[in-house]
């Protein structure tokens, strides 16, 4: 199947600071990507849906001042976590596809804690 | 608004054995369905895609059905092994892409 990666794997951030996660489709051009977050025990909640060239479209309760998105190319997005609070912490997924006719294929996440 | 409710919630069974996960959803209107696998910590694994117009597919061990109608998804797991050993996700997809998960049914399968 094809491969998405996220970068970094884990951080660990002050309270305050942002922080930048980067989703990248190896082999393939992702015409959407999708943001998930998934606290312990839980199952994923989408968080926004990432078009390549046009503004993201953030879920309900989601706030898009907080959560920057940026879809810049076919291969690339990136979720900026703005001015980071320990509620924040959180296991963030990313996920990339072709087009609604084709699977999903997800990160392998990135473990976020703020102190 | 959708809503995908996965049962049972854990399962543990002996090596070997058959075994069948549940997937229900509250409106038929779904472009496709998919059933993921997640390792503790880890991302998602994508298993089976089907199709809003299929009824099943399979891979190697395991064969996933779907009916639309009713709003139920079985995924079924010939002979399983310890590897199997996973949470198991279920979820449904609007035309624009976007996937709506269940909680997972955890698995455990003992030597």
């Known amino acids: ?3 998405v990666s996220q970068h970094p794997s884990r951080v660990i951030c002050k309270s305050g600071t942002s922080v930048k996660i980067e989703c990248r489709s190896l082999d393939f051009q992702a015409t959407t990507m999708f ?6 025990k839980q199952s994923l909640m989408l968080m926004a849906t990432s078009n390549e060239g046009s503004k993201a479209t953030y879920e309900q309760g989601v706030e898009k001042d907080k959560f920057l998105i940026n879809h810049a190319s076919l291969t690339l997005s990136t979720l900026t976590v703005t001015s980071a609070h320990p509620e924040d912490s ?20 990135t473990r976020l804690t703020v102190t | 608004k959708q809503e995908v409710t996965q049962i049972p919630a854990a399962l543990s069974v002996p090596e070997g054995e058959n075994l069948v996960l549940n997937c229900s959803f ?11 696998r997640q390792d503790p910590g880890k991302g998602l694994t994508s298993l089976l895609l089907i199709q809003s117009s299929q009824r099943e597919q399979t891979s190697g061990r395991l064969n996933a059905s779907l009916d639309k109608s009713s709003g139920r998804s079985t995924l079924y797991i010939a002979a399983s092994q310890p590897g199997d050993s996973a949470t198991y996700l279920c979820a449904v997809s609007s035309n624009t892409g976007k996937l709506i998960f269940g909680q997972g049914t955890t698995l455990q399968v003992k030597p």
Request: net charge negative; hydrophobic share 30%.
């Open chain 1, 90 to 109: 959180s296991f963030y997924i990313c996920s990339a596809t072709s087009g609604p006719d084709y699977e999903q294929y997800f990160g392998p996440g």
């Open chain 1, 35 to 40: 943001w998930y977050r998934q606290f312990p």
């Open chain 2, 26 to 36: 509250t409106d038929s209107a779904i472009y496709n369905l998919q059933w993921f």
């Open chain 1, 1 to 3: 199947g094809a491969v």
